[in-house]
T-cell receptor, first 113, second 112 residues
Framework: EAEVAQSPRYKITEKSQAVAFWCDPISGHATLYWYRQILGQGPELLVQFQDESVVDDSQLPKDRFSAERLKGVDSTLKIQPAELGDSAMYLC???????????FGPGTRLTVL | GNSVTQMEGPVTLSEEAFLTINCTYTATGYPSLFWYVQYPGEGLQLLLKATKADDKGSNKGFEATYRKETTSFHLEKGSVQVSDSAVYFCALINSGYSTLTFGKGTMLLVSP
């Protein structure tokens, strides 16, 4: 069964450093999502791509976060500089099209010291 | 706006007990409803879904019925196992949109 791949699984960094997360969606899925999940909470959408275009980044803190999906396949989420409050699980999901069921990857657990 | 409310956990049960996790929602239009499960240290897995009123989603012994009159989508299982211990999230997507709105999650702990 096809799965969403993410790396790294765990990342520890110091505040003010830069971090990057990678996601490879299920093959053929046009829509890709990045979510942030704070401990004890449900995931919240950061950014959504349709192919290589951003269709929703209203909740992305653009002063420090950036996301790209250059060829409409895999995607990278970057934080620069990281802050203590960025400690969370970062989840990637993909769907065949925008209104189809979303399938999640295993996530990247970020700890900022 | 959209919102999802789940019962607070943890829910602690003995193996083979009956499980109910309550979920109610607020949404405009006709949302699709989902239950996702998250095992420790892992991402979310789709457990079941329902796309219109009175639909029943089911998977691995879990089931939930989309009740529009009570705006609810309660998760049930007749006999839980230790391996069902996880956090369960109720979520919705409004018709024509693609943003999932999640509840806060309910932790289930099943003891032998």
């Amino acid at each position: 069964e096809a799965e969403v791949a993410q790396s790294p699984r765990y990342k520890i960094t110091e505040k003010s450093q830069a971090v990057a997360f990678w996601c490879d969606p299920i093959s053929g899925h046009a829509t890709l999502y990045w979510y942030r999940q704070i401990l004890g909470q449900g995931p919240e959408l950061l950014v959504q791509f349709q192919d290589e275009s951003v269709v929703d980044d209203s909740q992305l803190p653009k002063d420090r976060f950036s996301a790209e999906r250059l060829k409409g396949v895999d995607s990278t989420l970057k934080i620069q500089p990281a802050e203590l409050g960025d400690s969370a699980m970062y989840l990637c999901a993909s769907s065949l099209e925008r209104t189809d069921t979303q399938y999640f990857g295993p996530g990247t657990r970020l700890t900022v010291l | 706006g959209n919102s999802v409310t789940q019962m607070e956990g943890p829910v602690t049960l003995s193996e083979e007990a009956f499980l109910t996790i309550n979920c109610t929602y607020t949404a405009t239009g006709y949302p699709s409803l989902f239950w996702y499960v998250q095992y420790p240290g892992e991402g979310l897995q789709l457990l079941l879904k329902a796309t219109k009123a009175d639909d029943k989603g089911s998977n691995k012994g879990f089931e939930a019925t989309y009740r529009k009159e009570t705006t609810s989508f309660h998760l049930e299982k007749g006999s839980v196992q230790v391996s069902d211990s996880a956090v369960y999230f109720c979520a919705l997507i409004n018709s024509g949109y693609s943003t999932l709105t999640f509840g806060k999650g309910t932790m289930l702990l099943v003891s032998p």
